[in-house]
């Protein structure tokens, strides 16, 4: 399964707990155009913070020597999607680890070696082939950098919005205005059927 498949599933369960919060069905009829703007504003919120614990994650988890990986996190938006893409091809055995048997591409481990354990480029050949047949037999232990990422905005969040009753927060009010659609709807769907009965 392609890397960018499986982060959309991880950003995708962590979603759930944020989404249980939604109505379960909103009729986009009914949605007036500020309403979608702002859920639309929400999703990037979410995904932009998303895209900074990922990153904080990579920098204490002192895996972001290159900076390509941080770097290769972002939000994507097209149409009404928003999502978080992860562009680096690091960024799987980052997050999944690797199973022992499995081989890394030589060179980047050397150039690693190099520039992160300050290795002269004439040792760099005996200590990369050691760390890479260390790596085979082995393999390497999952991060779980982009998984706690997401846990983190569902606890940070989550304890912000149940926690502080007093203060009402964006997403409260969003969810007053869509209940309030919700039960506009239903009355008008009541008085229809009504109207309906009394004519016949």
């Not at 995708?12 to 009914?30: E, F, T, V």
């Not at 149940?162 to 009402?168: A, E, P």
């Amino acid at each position: 399964m392609p890397f960018q498949q499986t982060v959309t599933k991880i950003f995708r369960s962590g979603k759930r707990a944020i989404d249980k919060a939604l109505p379960k069905k909103i009729n986009s009829q009914y949605l007036l155009a500020e309403n979608r703007e702002e859920m639309n504003r929400l999703k990037k919120d979410i995904c932009a913070k998303v895209v900074v614990y990922a990153r904080e994650n990579l920098k204490e988890g002192d895996k972001n020597f290159t900076g390509e990986l941080s770097e290769s996190i972002e939000v994507v938006v097209q149409d009404n999607n928003v999502s978080v893409v992860v562009k680096s091809p690091y960024g799987w055995p980052v997050e999944f680890g690797l199973t022992p048997g499995r081989t890394v591409n030589f060179d980047a481990l050397r150039n690693w070696v190099e520039g992160k354990l300050g290795v002269p480029h004439s040792e760099s050949y005996e200590v990369t082939l050691k760390i890479a047949n260390k790596i085979k037999s082995k393999g390497i232990k999952p991060t779980r950098f982009f998984k706690k990422a997401i846990l983190r905005l569902v606890k940070a969040d989550g304890a912000r919005v149940s926690g502080n009753r007093k203060k009402t927060s964006k997403f409260k009010k969003i969810m007053k205005i869509l209940k309030r659609i919700n039960r506009i709807r239903k009355k008008v769907s009541k008085f229809i059927s009504m109207k309906g009965k009394m004519k016949s």
